[in-house]
């Protein structure tokens, strides 16, 4: 018989942002309160949800929303509101919104270290 040895690898937990579980961009603080002013209605928010779906498995949704709900986490930068249900959560936990404008367009996306696939147009993932 042979011995052979085994090797713990240590699980690394999940990035933070300040203490809060997604991170906010500046960019993407500034286009929340942008879309915000425009709709008439600084209490809007930029509500970011996980559901079943997609050509990758999971899909992400994005609303606005002027109330956080008790299931809520809310993630504040510059005034502007991030709001993610607890389940979501979950699938976002360590990922960092970004509002990008570039030659493929101008939109929020989502850097998601969770995910080990996605999509070409980044809608949804794989996890």
């Known amino acids: 018989m042979t011995e052979t040895a085994t090797q713990t690898v ?16 500046a960019s ?17 928010g930029l509500r970011i949800s996980v559901s079943g779906g997609g050509c990758s498995g999971f899909q992400y949704s994005f609303t606005l929303d002027a109330d956080a709900t008790a299931d809520d986490v ?9 709001l993610v249900d607890t389940v979501s959560l979950d699938y976002l936990r360590g990922s960092e919104l970004d ?14 270290p969770l995910a080990s696939s996605s999509c070409g147009c980044g809608n949804s993932f794989a996890v």
């Open 28 to 44: 993407a603080a500034r286009r929340i309160l942008k879309v915000a002013e425009s709709e008439g209605n600084p209490a809007l």
């Open 99 to 112: 509002f990008v404008e570039d030659l493929s367009g101008a939109g929020f996306r989502i850097n998601n």
């Open 74 to 82: 809310v993630i504040s930068r510059d005034g502007a509101r991030l």
């Open 10 to 25: 240590p699980v690394q937990p999940p990035a933070t942002f300040n203490g809060d579980p997604v991170g906010l961009t």
